[in-house]
């Protein structure tokens, strides 16, 4: 006789929840679980909240931080920032957490990671040469490296340092 298992819906919903970070197989299941037992007026506003993502959200083509569709960047197109000055960052949320401080004024640069041989990520994942045509074009007076100070963030700020 056959194991028993979830049906396969359940089963790809546990395996897209695996890919997510900071969940591992039985947190998966124990959320997947968790959406079936919610109920259709819990799941349809997350499912509705999930697709408009793509639909509706996309990166900044010049700082890469998180915009609407279709709409002028708040950080890039707002006259009171210090355009003179340039925060590199390595991921969007990490512009909030500086936002969120209030102790900088100037524009961002969002890389989209670091750089990590072990991961396969390279110089050309990043948007390392939105950065370089930036700093030439805008005349920054001042380029503030905010990665990671794991090795993959130092190395990053040391191949940017180089570069620039």
Partial sequence: MPALDYPLPVQSLIQQLKKLPGLGPRSAERLALWFMQAGRERL???SMALGSLTQLVEACP???FFIERETECQLCGNPKRDHRLLCV???AADVLRLERSGGYDGLYHVLGGKLSPLDNVTPEDLRLSGLTKRVRLRQTEEVILATGSDVEGEATAGYIKDLL
């Fill in 44 to 46: 349809e506003p997350l």
């Fill in 89 to 91: 960052v390595e991921q």
């Fill in 62 to 64: 010049e700082c890469g």
